[in-house]
């Protein structure tokens, strides 16, 4: 359920409200829009029958009754788009936000150098993981703490917030200590004690699609860290499973419009684990921006023949500055900048 509040409600109406939601034995969701302010209630197992109390309250304009099964993460909670904002990078709004850098952190020399690249080529946020989910447990998993050293060494010389992702909840008070967004990945999207520890941490959240997952799954999973308290969520569509093993993932370009409509969260697309490839890497991500996403998270390498991890799908800086160049012209063609 949702109480949507008039748009000259006081500070003192709205914790009121909040109050005697709590006292319902529910909890309240202060959700500030560009007009009015909306409070989500969950907790609930049905209809709320005191919802009439509720409306009798000073500043309550009406009450809605949400039809999806995810509350928080949809538009009819939340009408206006969302913005995340991770240093001076913004997801959601008029511009399209470009996160760059390697699959893996691999020393600080890799690191600092296609830092320096992305950051100069235009990315806002600069991506790199520490702790790599790898499908054979024998392949190379990441530098661990070293890695987010090396990040945070490289958001010093560049200016750029780190991206990182975070496997478990046993490690995520140490990256918290240095990331600026978490990640977490398509393998992870249901660890749902992972969701509820993200959802308590102050900090935005990078949520990518799982490969077997469907869009509702997604948005169930975003709602477990907004239900935690923390709003600030951006989705990823990274590619999926299908009958076709042509591309390493099959990128569902569809799934953006559908996300934009169900929620107000921006969204963004990685086409570099959905198409497998460098050389697809470009139109994927055309597409993507053409489709309405609110950004890209790309892996750049400067070496991309010896890296430790996806060099395959790695774009070389100067192929990244053309995807720059051409997404540029997109993000004007559908009223965007980039
Ligand atoms: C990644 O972005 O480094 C990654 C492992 O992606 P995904 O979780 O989408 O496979
Ligand atoms: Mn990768």
């Known amino acids: ?52 109390t509720l409306t009798r309250f000073p500043g309550v304009r009406e009450i809605i009754r949400v039809t999806s099964p995810y509350k928080l993460v949809s538009r009819e909670f939340r009408e206006a788009d969302t913005l995340v904002q991770v240093g001076a990078a913004v997801f959601g709004g008029p511009t399209v936000a470009v996160i760059g850098g390697p699959c893996t952190v691999e020393s600080r020399e890799q690191t600092l150098t296609v830092a320096a690249h992305v950051r100069e080529l235009g990315a806002v946020a600069l991506r790199g993981g520490a702790y790599k989910p790898r499908t054979s447990p024998y392949a190379f998993n990441g530098l661990g703490e070293q890695g987010l050293r090396i990040l945070a060494e490289a958001r010093a010389a560049t200016g750029l917030p780190i991206v990182t992702e975070v496997m478990d909840v046993e490690t995520l008070p140490l990256v918290l200590e240095y990331a600026d967004m978490l990640q977490i990945g398509a393998r992870n999207m249901q660890n749902y004690p ?58 569902d370009i ?29 139109p994927l991500a055309r597409a993507a921006i053409a489709a309405g996403a609110d950004g890209l998270i790309v892996e750049v390498h400067h070496d991309p023949l010896h890296a430790q991890c996806d060099g395959e799908q790695a774009l070389l800086p100067s192929a990244f500055a053309q995807m720059m160049d051409e997404c540029g012209k997109i993000a004007a063609a559908v009223g965007r900048t980039l």
Do not use: W
């Open 1 to 52: 359920m949702l109480i949507v509040m008039d748009a000259h409600a006081s500070p003192a109406q709205i914790a009121d409200v909040c109050r005697a939601i709590e006292q319902l034995g529910y909890v309240p969701h202060a959700m500030p829009g560009p007009t009015r302010t909306a409070i989500g209630i969950t907790g609930n197992k049905g209809p709320i029958e005191e919802s009439q």
């Open 194 to 251: 992972l969701l509820r520890a993200a959802g308590r941490a102050n900090r935005p959240v990078l949520l990518k699609r799982g490969f077997a997952a469907t869009v509702k799954d997604l948005l169930l999973a975003a709602e477990y860290i907004l239900s935690e308290g923390n709003q600030q969520v951006v989705l990823c569509e990274r590619g999926i499973r299908t009958f076709d093993d042509s591309a390493r993932f099959t990128l």
């Open 254 to 282: 569809g799934a953006i419009p559908i996300i934009k409509q169900l929620s107000h969260l921006p969204v963004i697309v990685d086409p570099s684990h959905a198409s497998g490839r460098a050389d697809r890497v470009i």
